[in-house]
């Protein structure tokens, strides 16, 4: 029933010998620790992996929770493959300490959502991640090209731009369980060059 950490004495005696006694702190619960928080995920878009730890490995085997506190904004998974849900729950086998986990934005939902691990024996731990509206990028096409020039491969990829940022910060998938998404590239000058695909050339 004491605040900790506080000490106590452990003391060994029988009559007619001399007693011993040792001191003994008893130290608050070890914590959970949720490494890369905060972060970044674009609506409809997932990112990961990352990593909840906990500060013990002699623990017996326990099972940690890692819930989001709004999942109509932000869910969770526990690895690329699996679509996000409120909360999953991870087991540690004793002698290990990590829980691996991937965020996912809900698709056209923005804000800060908490997340807090739990597990038996352990103090929690809170962390928060910010979905934002996604972004996409366009990657290789050339400033210059002449009517001589081979075809210039070029690729679309998809993530988010930091609030105030003119710069791409993450690369991020659509995720797993949601509709996906359709980029539709075009260009505005169809006497000067064409876009080519594998079903052929076309101005869109």
């Known amino acids: 029933s004491a605040d900790l950490p506080c000490t106590t004495t452990l003391t060994a005696q029988s009559p ?5 006694s040792i001191s003994v702190t008893v130290n608050p619960p ?16 997932q990112y990961g992996a990352f990593t909840a730890r906990l500060a ?3 623990h017996g085997g326990v ?20 679509g996000g849900t409120e909360f999953i729950d991870v087991f540690i086998a004793n002698g290990s300490t990590d829980a691996t986990y991937y965020v996912h934005g ?7 959502v908490a997340i807090t691990a739990t597990a038996t024996g352990f103090s929690n ?31 679309v990829r998809t993530g988010v731009v930091l609030p105030g940022g003119s710069f791409f910060w993450a690369q991020q ?11 539709t590239v075009t260009h505005t000058n169809p006497d000067v060059a064409q876009l080519v695909t594998l079903a052929g050339a076309a101005q869109t």
């Open 16 to 20: 007619g010998i001399t007693p011993q």
């Open 30 to 45: 070890p914590g959970i620790t949720l490494f890369s928080l905060p972060t970044n995920v674009g609506s409809g878009l």
């Open 56 to 58: 013990e490995s002699n």
């Open 63 to 82: 099972t940690m929770r890692i819930r989001s506190a709004d999942p109509q904004v932000l869910r969770l998974s526990p690895n690329a493959t699996t």
């Open 106 to 112: 809900m698709e056209g939902a923005t804000g800060v």
């Open 125 to 155: 731990a809170t962390g928060t991640a910010t979905v934002l509206r996604p972004a996409i990028e366009l990657l290789g096409v050339p400033n210059t090209t002449t009517s001589l020039s081979a075809s210039d491969a070029f690729y």
């Open 173 to 183: 998938s659509p995720r797993v369980g949601g509709p996906g998404l359709t980029v």
